[in-house]
């Protein structure tokens, strides 16, 4: 007989469904909150160890060591986007995609293009691709000894990526595009809707921020699944707060969803503008000075990662490139996974990547 049976106020009013089990759980989570702290408290991220090889102004060159032997003599280089940190991409050590290709014997370098200042409003998508990645990428050529290196690109990043490597095909030995948007013309996101010039004055957001400020493009992101990022997000912290594995992946997520930085004042108004108003990079009429991007200059081998559940690129805004460029060696996979999950989703990191590694080897020298 159970304890609820046994117990006359239970016999008298009945026992709830679960109750006793529910509130064992309760209980339990109560109790684990002082190490839920702890483990909010100790979270640390983008833990691979590296060494700062290059800065520039904000910018700096992660160089990223590993015990396991180099494989491969073309380096690669990964840049993310200019809003959010790039340790998302090397996460925890069981959700790093810098380790996935660190693991298969790649040398591998990442962008940081660190936190614009007031004094940086001026720069543009100009600055960011013909000067900051231009030294980056000869920077990583003169280090490696090779002519050519490997180029990753992360949404905004693999856009700008796309712009460098369409000028500089003659450095880029193999181009990865990562959840990365390039034709606009579907305008079906909600961000296509709010950046739409009949709803978002650009001009006047940066003529009076001066940068596009961290707290509204954070606020902006997180309305676009409001009830995932408000409600069903710490549902799901609650029925799981006491498993470990689940906490320490959960509050590296937070770290790194709250480390949102500006985006540098012209650099925003150009990329909205041209980008997402007028469309002007796949129709190949995007200028970066006076220098006109052809996409169809890219001739080495493309493979193109995009994410099925993606609310924030969504496929129709990347699978077009490889219909722009000129490689014959192109290839695109479309994974089902959201846009951050495409990085750091377990399922991505035990079949995506190994098979991103593959595509990559097989088009990298030897050492």
Not at 151 to 166: H, I, K, V
Not at 235 to 245: A, I, L, W
Request: charge should be negative; hydrophobic fraction near 40%; charged fraction near 25%.
């Amino acid at each position: 007989m159970s304890t609820a049976t046994q117990n006359p106020f239970f016999s008298t009013l009945g026992t709830p469904p679960n109750f006793i089990r529910d509130v064992q759980a309760f209980t339990a989570r109560m109790a684990a909150m002082p190490r839920v702290m702890e483990i909010a408290q100790n979270v640390k991220v983008g833990t691979t160890p590296h060494e700062v090889t290059h800065s520039e102004d904000r910018l700096r060159v992660l160089h990223y060591q590993s015990d396991v032997e180099k494989a491969h003599r073309t380096p690669l280089l990964i840049a993310f986007a200019l809003v959010n940190r790039p340790y998302i991409l090397d996460l925890l050590p069981h959700k790093s995609v810098v380790r996935q290709f660190l693991n298969r014997g790649f040398d591998v370098y990442l962008i940081d293009w660190g936190v614009p200042t007031a004094n940086d409003r001026h720069l543009t998508l100009e600055n960011y691709v013909e000067r900051y990645m231009h030294n980056v990428v000869n920077h990583v050529r003169k280090r490696s000894g090779e002519d050519q290196i490997s180029l990753m690109g992360y949404c905004m990043g693999g856009t700008l990526c796309a712009m460098y490597t369409s000028l500089h095909q003659d450095l880029i030995r193999n181009f990865i595009l990562m959840a990365a948007p390039i034709d606009w013309s579907d305008r079906e996101s909600l961000l296509s809707v709010w950046t739409d010039e009949k709803n978002f004055d650009v001009d006047k957001m940066i003529d009076v921020f001066g940068n596009a400020p961290p707290s509204w493009l954070q606020s902006s992101f997180a309305m676009l699944k409001p009830v995932t990022n408000f409600m069903e997000k710490y549902v799901g912290f609650y029925e799981r707060m006491t498993d470990e594995t689940f906490l320490e992946e959960f509050f590296a997520m937070e770290t790194w969803a709250n480390d949102n930085i500006p985006v540098a004042g012209e650099t925003f108004r150009q990329f909205v503008k041209d980008c997402y108003q007028k469309n002007l990079l796949v129709q190949g009429k995007l200028m970066l000075g006076k220098k006109r991007i052809d996409l169809s200059k890219i001739e080495c081998p493309v493979l193109n990662l995009v994410a099925s559940r993606d609310h924030l690129v969504p496929c129709g805004q990347s699978l077009p490139f490889n219909d722009c460029v000129g490689s014959t060696d192109r290839k695109a996979i479309n994974f089902p996974a959201g846009h951050i999950g495409l990085a750091v989703g377990g399922k991505a990191q035990r079949e995506l990547w190994p098979k991103v590694c593959d595509w990559l080897a097989e088009r990298s020298d030897e050492v």
